[in-house]
């Protein structure tokens, strides 16, 4: 504890633990702010969307018996259906009602599939059993002093740049990324240039809801933990983390992931472990009261 | 039907008539709902013991009924239950309850009856000073903090050991309990940690642990936060430490963990160590029920012990059994149990030795090394 070499690489890993947790709160802010920016509605059944996938990548391996990779492309595909059929039954039908109407709904709806969680797969903690993972997860690829890597930890990230990467190529390359944006804009005017409002709104539903999915088969991997309630806090932090980058902006909400993720673990490794909430809210706190709109979010005068 | 039901009633009468001299032993917890496999051990436990006081001639004469109430572990029950025992005359003392909460509950109810009640498994520490008509044959959770403490420097030669708690008034107490000895033992410790229950990321505090360096982490918790922390303190690759908790670990939810192998908990008896006055107890046990009893089954089945013991001493006054419990004060009065020697200090809470047990193979076994 007391040399320069141990208390560095003591920084280097809680590093690497911040930037592997800020990946997860990325991805899960990402269909936060995706929503946020297409209809203006804080969808507060998006962490149920994360632990469904979570579960349903669990009960393919388990109890299906399927390889890791098909369950895990069958549970992105099965959440992205999720998040469609979830815009379509309490959202859609509230498009013109106030906006209080809709996020009462998406309350309603985040108990509901909570408690359908706790019905099919009971309360208790469930955990994959060793022998069902590749055996590369639970392997070290990479370990200098005391700075451990797990195969895992690369193949989180990894895979949260990569599909960060492809949504940005989306939104900003193709169509219907046009049409989103289009959308996030002016929703008359984009239903008057011959877009298909419910056509975009299904699609950004989509898309954020495969992020999530894909969040909570990861966090599922990574501490081997898959509740009926672990969608509640997720969502949360990953909720702050959007509003830290400023919601309704995709990169924002990549960059506040990992600023959360990292005032978390430093917070909790440095100042205090059982004031880390704290830790990280003051930070989004501190953030917004100087810069209200987020870390680069849109300025507020821009939109109605 | 009418017949049926006419005879029945009058069986009834009979038969209760028959049993008017009868000596009642009620047994309160939890027999159905979610923590009814507590409750198993006990009720199993009590009506055998009842069964083998009525065999060797009941107490002074009289045959024991064993009365099994359930409560749910369920406070509101729990105190449903302690106001119809404390209203019937034929109950002389209570074998209960399960968990402190439902303890607690109904403490108040007995206390102003005056009628003794011997707890086989409720550790909260305030239960032994609230009232002076509750006594319990199992430890406190402070005392496990201190048993550890003991049980980490003389079996296991641990020196430098982290603490890992969560901010809880259960797990503090053990917290503290633990430190207070590791200090007078001379056992260092290097860290001590906290987490929140929602918690499911503990690689921050474990990547302290590790630069530290400990011989063994302390985790006063329970377990579904517990095979979180070993499986990701592995991760972290801290492979040369030990784990080990008090009884909020000891849970079958470790067993599926393939990294908690090794981790150790405090129980209040083992079959394997249990020692020659138990091996009636469990062989008898093993007949009747076709398994081995745990640790709730030796307590209730040492607190029916304890309740006939002081019934044929002091006869069936409650006050005076009362006094009579109250007097087992020394080692030399202890009651000598299938879970070792119960004797109560001035609280009536008792002061018994703790057993070690820990995971191999993927199973619960005694650890080799015992502190009796």
């Not at chain 2, 377990?223 to 909020?248: C, E, N």
Request: hydrophobic share 50%; with cysteine.
């Amino acid at each position: 504890m007391n040399s320069l070499l141990d208390q560095s690489s003591l920084f280097l890993q809680q590093l690497v633990n911040g930037i592997t947790l800020g990946g997860v709160y990325a991805l899960i802010a990402v269909g936060y702010t995706m929503v946020y920016g297409v209809i203006q509605l804080i969808n507060f059944a998006h962490g149920e969307i994360y632990m469904l996938g979570a579960f349903l990548a669990y009960s393919m391996v388990t109890v299906l018996g399927l390889p890791f990779l098909a369950a895990f492309i069958l549970t992105i595909l099965i959440c992205s259906g999720f998040g469609i059929i979830l815009d379509f039954i309490a959202y859609r039908p509230l498009r013109k009602a106030p906006r209080l109407a809709a996020l009462i709904t998406a309350i309603g709806m985040s108990i509901f599939l909570q408690n359908l969680a706790m019905m099919i797969w009971g309360s208790q903690i469930k955990s994959y059993p060793r022998d069902v993972l590749p055996e590369i997860f639970s392997k070290t690829a990479w370990n200098v002093g005391d700075v451990t890597l797990s195969w895992l930890q690369i193949f989180m990230l990894v895979i949260t740049i990569v599909s960060m990467a492809i949504l940005h190529l989306v939104i900003h390359r193709t169509r219907i990324g046009t049409a989103m944006r289009a959308v996030s804009q002016d929703k008359t005017t984009s239903a008057l240039m011959g877009i298909g409002v419910n056509r975009v709104i299904s699609f950004t539903f989509a898309v954020g809801s495969a992020m999530g999915g894909m969040a909570g088969i990861l966090v599922g991997l990574y501490y081997n933990a898959i509740f009926p309630t672990m969608g509640y806090i997720a969502g949360i932090k990953a909720f702050a983390a959007a509003v830290l980058g400023g919601i309704g902006s995709v990169p924002g909400a990549m960059l506040g992931g990992g600023v959360l993720g990292i005032a978390e673990v430093i917070g909790a490794g440095y100042i205090s472990s059982e004031y880390r909430d704290g830790i990280s809210y003051a930070v989004m706190i501190a953030v917004i009261l100087f810069k209200p709109a987020g870390l680069i979010g849109r300025q507020i005068g821009e939109k109605a | 039907m009418k017949r049926i039901a006419c005879f029945l009633i009058a069986w009834c009468l009979l038969t209760g008539a028959a049993w008017a001299d009868s000596i009642k032993i009620p047994v309160a917890a939890a027999f159905t709902g979610q923590l009814a496999s507590f409750g198993e051990g006990i009720k199993n436990a009590a009506i055998l013991k009842g069964e083998e006081i009525n065999a060797a001639g009941g107490i002074n004469g009289t045959r024991v009924e064993i009365v099994l109430e359930d409560e749910l572990c369920d406070p509101k029950e729990a105190a449903t239950v302690a106001t119809k025992l404390a209203n019937d005359p034929k109950v002389p003392i209570v074998i209960g309850h399960l968990c402190s909460s439902a303890t607690l509950a109904a403490l108040p109810i007995y206390r102003d009856a005056k009628l003794p009640a011997i707890s086989p498994a409720s550790t909260n520490v305030s239960i032994g000073k609230m009232s002076p008509f509750y006594f319990r044959n199992v430890y406190k959770d402070d005392f496990q903090g201190l048993f550890l403490a003991k049980y980490a420097k003389l079996a296991r030669g641990f020196q430098k050991v982290a603490v890992f708690y969560e901010v809880n008034d259960y797990s503090m107490g053990l917290m503290l309990a633990f430190m207070k000895e590791a200090k007078e033992l001379g056992i260092k410790v290097l860290g001590t940690e906290a987490y929140t229950s929602d918690t499911t990321d503990f690689k921050p505090q474990l990547t302290k642990f590790k630069m530290m360096k400990p011989d063994a982490v302390f985790i006063p918790g329970y377990a579904p936060q517990a095979t979180l922390i070993v499986s990701q303190a592995r991760g972290l690759g801290m492979k040369i430490v030990a784990f080990f908790g008090a009884d909020g670990l000891d849970d079958d939810l470790m067993l599926k963990n393939p990294d908690a192998e090794g981790l150790f908990v405090t129980t209040p008896f083992l079959p394997d160590k249990a020692g020659p006055q138990a091996a009636g107890f469990i062989k008898a046990y093993k007949a009747k029920y076709g398994k081995e009893p745990n640790w709730f089954a030796a307590n209730a089945y040492d607190g029916v012990g304890i309740a006939a013991q002081a019934i044929a001493a002091a006869g069936p006054d409650r006050v005076k059994i009362r006094d009579y419990l109250a007097s087992i004060d020394s080692k030399e009065k202890a009651y000598k149990g299938v879970a070792g020697n119960t004797y109560f200090d001035k609280n009536g809470d008792c002061l018994k030795d703790a057993f070690v047990k820990e995971i191999k193979d993927g199973k619960w076994v005694s650890a080799e090394k015992q502190l009796q």
